[in-house]
């Protein structure tokens, strides 16, 4: 019988989210030949006793797992030598920050197997905290209004027990009627709209957007060609070649900015693709756009929305930026645009979230696990076996050598 072991998160700051909530390893065990542990912690968003009453074995050393499963980056320290880990490595982009992690990942002889690049057959991902990013990015764009202008109170997901809890309070709120645009199509964008959705801000197209008046809160989800156009204007639009050839694109946001208050960003960009506006015309009297909700949060240089120009954190979420200069500012203030870009949004709300997670890799993942070498999609998401990059992988031979 094959042992899973779910390790105790040890980045800091502490993450709270969990691989599989107590019902979910409870349910895997009926379901499936796995034999799962849960290493103690204090600061899951389930506690030590909820797996407990579920009948999951607690235990601090989980060396005698054939699996280990965890959600963000292992610290260095607590890698097992030859054991198999499933987590977030974020290495597969060569982020700097994480070499060392590769490294002591492959010093160790671990199989790393990264939950980003767990995909079927047609390279779509199986597992992801998006939507849930989206969920929360949405919540806070709209608290920050509300800090910004005072018009309405909106609490921190954070300081929520869990999404339910939240939506009672929506009930109770009236917002003014404010003007939304978010971007994307993703789990993000879908995470995102529904948040909206459920905070009772009524969908309209971008015709109805752009050219009526509004007396209630309104949010309008747009696509690339609604925001984009070939630079040769003899051509049409076409998706494919947009995220081929992005580079041969200008931006056509422009009418967007002059109506919303509101931006929420939730595409998936690439740096050849056009920025949805430039620093100069943000600083144009037209531009109407108080508050950006960044989820895609990718800085400066070379990111979709020139505001972003670093992430911010659970316990600070927002940033003033002064288009004038370009310059931070502190929040809220009459002159700046209000940036509020988290990068790891989905902790806010850890048992939603996790829970949803769960759910994939219920679905997608144990079943592989269990099939273990014979498995393709375990296969295509291996980035280190037996000492050695995979093949997929090698791409990062000169990130591990630091050529």
Request: glycine fraction near 6%.
């Amino acid at each position: 019988m094959l042992k899973v072991g779910i390790i105790r998160e040890g980045k800091v700051p502490p993450d709270a989210r969990v691989p599989l909530s107590p019902e979910q390893c409870a349910e895997a065990q009926l379901r499936l030949p796995v034999h799962i542990v849960v290493q103690k912690s204090p600061i899951r968003c389930y506690k030590d006793e909820e797996y407990v009453a579920r009948g999951i074995d607690l235990q601090d050393d989980v060396s005698d797992c054939d699996i280990l499963m965890g959600v963000k980056e292992v610290p260095i320290d607590k890698l097992i030598p030859y054991k198999t880990y499933l987590f977030f490595s974020h290495t597969i982009k060569k982020q700097p920050y994480n070499r060392p992690l590769l490294l002591a990942v492959l010093e160790k002889d671990i199989r790393l197997i990264d939950y980003e690049v767990l995909t079927n057959e047609r390279g779509e991902r199986l597992v992801a905290f998006g939507f849930y990013a989206g969920i929360v990015g949405a919540h806070n764009a709209i608290w920050t209004w509300g800090e910004r202008t005072g018009q309405f109170s909106l609490p921190r997901l954070c300081e929520s027990h869990d999404y339910a809890e939240v939506l009672k309070i929506y009930r109770q709120t009236q917002l003014p009627p404010l003007r939304i645009v978010l971007t994307g199509s993703g789990r993000v964008a879908s995470g995102a709209a529904k948040n909206l959705i459920d905070m009772g801000i009524r969908q309209v197209d971008a015709q109805t957007f752009l050219s009526q008046e509004f007396e209630e809160p309104v949010f309008t989800q747009i696509h690339a060609e609604n925001y984009a156009r070939p630079t040769d204007s003899t051509k049409d639009f076409d998706k494919k070649d947009f995220y081929k050839n992005g580079d041969q694109y200008v931006s056509t946001f422009q009418p967007y900015f002059q109506k919303a208050d509101i931006f929420i960003n939730g595409i998936f960009y690439d740096k050849k693709a056009p920025a949805f506006f430039t620093l100069e015309e943000m600083q144009h009297p037209d531009f109407r756009i108080r508050v950006i909700g960044d989820i895609t949060c990718d800085i400066m240089p070379g990111a979709s929305v020139p505001a972003t120009i670093r992430p911010t954190h659970i316990d600070d979420p927002v940033f003033g930026f002064d288009p004038k200069t370009g310059l931070e500012t502190a929040p809220y203030q009459s002159g700046s645009i209000d940036v509020m870009a988290i990068d790891n949004l989905p902790s806010e709300l850890p048992r939603d979230a996790s829970v949803f997670f769960g759910e994939q890799l219920m679905i997608f993942i144990l079943p592989e696990l269990i099939r273990a070498s014979q498995s393709d999609v375990l296969r295509r998401a291996t980035i280190t076996d037996q000492g050695a990059l995979t093949p997929a992988f090698e791409y990062l031979s000169d990130y591990v050598t630091g050529a």
